[in-house]
């Protein structure tokens, strides 16, 4: 299909989405996004704001699996992956699959389980694959963990580690809803559930596909270098302890091509790349002492080195 075609299928999917997730347009596109560029999402919010919501209408847009685990302190990996049971009647063990084997895995609240069971999303996310007693399994693909944690009740929790928030290609916030949005959200579910009625729009052979195509997308030189030069002063800013990794360009740039598709383009430009830096950098830099005390925060960094880096023009 050609650039046009994408972006119009892009736009349905977000609409159909939209019948049940009120006012969180760029949320949803940049989910969508991410879900081109093969990452994962950590939505970071207050309870009640449509975290999950999103998910199970995003799955039932594209047609995918969808799978839900509620993470607790006494949650283990083999509740999240699965386990081998013995059958009495072939005398063998039998693997019994977690709901990690779906399309759409909606970790909800990850930071309320220990770094162990956390820890045993890694390969997945990474490799697309998982290993229980020694035997590795494929995942279904596409792919996509949507994880939540509230970043304001932190009683009980086990913060993620920084190596595994690398993983996650975008840290999201909802927010909270206008004041007609909030009321459109009255309207709407004070009578029934909306999300009964979305239907499939797309399947994950067509998501496959648009992946695909994603990869064609252009780069020009101009744009790449603005890029990278945004990556390295993040290395180099005074509040910055530690600035993004290789593995943050590598994403960013995968991620803007992905961005590109989805507006209806097959190049990408600097706008792209400012729209797409604090959400996938952001998480992933580290602030110095003297800047944590002064409450500077990380997107605080993105604003200030987007400002200061000059802009290809041609």
Same mark, same amino acid.
């Given at each position: 299909?050609? *650039? @046009?075609?994408?972006s119009?299928?892009?736009v349905?999917? &977000?609409?159909?989405?939209? =019948?049940?997730?009120v006012g969180?347009?760029q949320? @949803?596109?940049?989910?969508?996004t *991410?879900?081109?560029?093969?990452g994962?999402?950590?939505?970071e919010d207050?309870?009640?704001?449509?975290?999950t919501?999103? %998910? $199970? %209408?995003? +799955?039932?847009?594209?047609?995918?699996?969808?799978?839900r685990?509620?993470? !607790?302190p006494d949650?283990?990996?083999?509740?999240?992956?699965?386990?081998?049971?013995?059958?009495?009647?072939t005398?063998?063990?039998?693997?019994n699959p977690?709901?990690?084997?779906?399309?759409?895995?909606l970790?909800?609240?990850?930071?309320?389980?220990?770094?162990?069971?956390?820890?045993s999303l890694l390969?997945a996310?990474?490799?697309?694959?998982?290993?229980? /007693?020694?035997v590795?399994r494929?995942l279904?693909?596409p792919?996509l963990v949507l994880?939540t944690?509230?970043?304001?009740?932190?009683?009980?929790?086990?913060?993620?580690p920084e +190596?595994?928030?690398d993983?996650?290609?975008?840290?999201? =916030?909802?927010?909270?809803?206008?004041?007609?949005?909030?009321?459109s959200i009255?309207?709407?579910f004070g009578?029934?559930?909306?999300?009964?009625?979305i239907?499939?729009?797309?399947?994950?052979?067509? #998501?496959?596909?648009?992946r695909?195509?994603? $990869?064609? @997308?252009?780069?020009?030189?101009?744009? &790449?270098n603005y890029?990278l !030069?945004?990556i390295?002063?993040t290395r180099?800013?005074?509040a910055?302890?530690?600035g993004?990794?290789p593995r943050a360009?590598?994403?960013?740039?995968?991620?803007? $091509?992905?961005? %590109?598709a989805v507006?209806?383009? /097959?190049?990408?430009?600097p706008?792209? #790349?400012?729209?797409?830096?604090?959400p996938?950098?952001?998480?992933?830099?580290?602030?110095?002492?003297?800047?944590?005390?002064?409450s500077y925060?990380? &997107?605080?960094?993105?604003t200030?080195?987007?400002? $200061?880096?000059?802009v290809p @023009?041609e």
């Amino acid at each position: 299909m050609d *650039a @046009v075609e994408f972006s119009r299928k892009i736009v349905t999917v &977000e609409d159909n989405i939209g =019948k049940a997730v009120v006012g969180k347009d760029q949320v @949803v596109e940049l989910v969508l996004t *991410a879900l081109l560029a093969g990452g994962h999402v950590l939505l970071e919010d207050v309870p009640g704001v449509g975290k999950t919501l999103m %998910a $199970k %209408a995003l +799955a039932r847009s594209l047609n995918l699996d969808f799978r839900r685990i509620q993470f !607790t302190p006494d949650l283990l990996p083999a509740d999240v992956l699965g386990v081998n049971i013995y059958s009495q009647k072939t005398g063998e063990f039998v693997f019994n699959p977690g709901p990690i084997m779906t399309n759409i895995l909606l970790a909800d609240e990850i930071n309320r389980a220990t770094p162990r069971t956390q820890s045993s999303l890694l390969e997945a996310m990474e490799e697309r694959q998982f290993t229980v /007693d020694g035997v590795t399994r494929r995942l279904k693909e596409p792919f996509l963990v949507l994880a939540t944690q509230n970043p304001v009740e932190m009683e009980g929790t086990f913060p993620l580690p920084e +190596a595994q928030l690398d993983r996650f290609l975008m840290r999201v =916030k909802l927010g909270y809803p206008h004041l007609e949005e909030e009321r459109s959200i009255l309207h709407r579910f004070g009578t029934g559930s909306p999300l009964e009625e979305i239907k499939p729009v797309l399947n994950a052979e067509e #998501i496959l596909a648009m992946r695909e195509q994603v $990869k064609s @997308v252009n780069v020009d030189e101009s744009v &790449e270098n603005y890029m990278l !030069t945004v990556i390295r002063e993040t290395r180099n800013h005074p509040a910055v302890k530690l600035g993004a990794s290789p593995r943050a360009s590598l994403l960013l740039y995968k991620c803007a $091509k992905a961005f %590109a598709a989805v507006k209806g383009r /097959d190049y990408v430009i600097p706008d792209d #790349i400012k729209h797409l830096a604090g959400p996938v950098l952001s998480h992933r830099l580290i602030l110095n002492y003297e800047s944590q005390l002064k409450s500077y925060r990380p &997107e605080d960094v993105i604003t200030d080195i987007l400002e $200061k880096t000059p802009v290809p @023009v041609e």
